[in-house]
Nanobody, 123 residues
């Protein structure tokens, strides 16, 4: 059973930065690709970024390309989402997820989910 726990959310002004963490149970990254999704109030959940098991393949949504960076720390069993140049439209609950597939962007392809962490960007 894969367990995922997000942290690092909070309130930040537009233009600021936050780093989200996703703590995973042991050996998760060797068996699963990982992804970040977000859901804003009244909107569907959307793909943000994904990283392969080896960490050599990453993919991003167009809306965050160049501003967000996804990475894995295998020693700490922790995945990160570094978010820079934040905008009010980045406000959402961010969730991490694990998949046995190769960096899919479709949320239906993910098998395990964390509980989410709130990110609020003020203008």
């Amino acid at each position: 059973q894969v367990q995922l726990v997000e942290s690092g959310g909070g309130l930040v002004q537009a233009g600021g930065s936050l780093r989200l963490s996703c703590a995973a149970s042991e050996r998760t990254f060797s068996n699963y690709a990982m992804g970040w999704f977000r859901q804003a109030p009244g909107k569907d959940r959307e793909f943000v970024a994904a990283i392969s098991r080896s960490g050599d393949i990453t993919t991003y949504a167009d809306s965050v390309q160049g501003r967000f960076t996804i990475s894995n720390d295998y020693a700490k069993n922790t995945m990160y989402l570094q978010m820079n140049s934040l905008k009010p439209e980045d406000t959402a609950v961010y969730s991490c997820a694990a998949t046995s597939r190769v960096v899919p962007v479709d949320e239906d392809a993910y098998d395990y989910w964390g509980q989410g962490t709130q990110v609020t960007v003020s203008s």
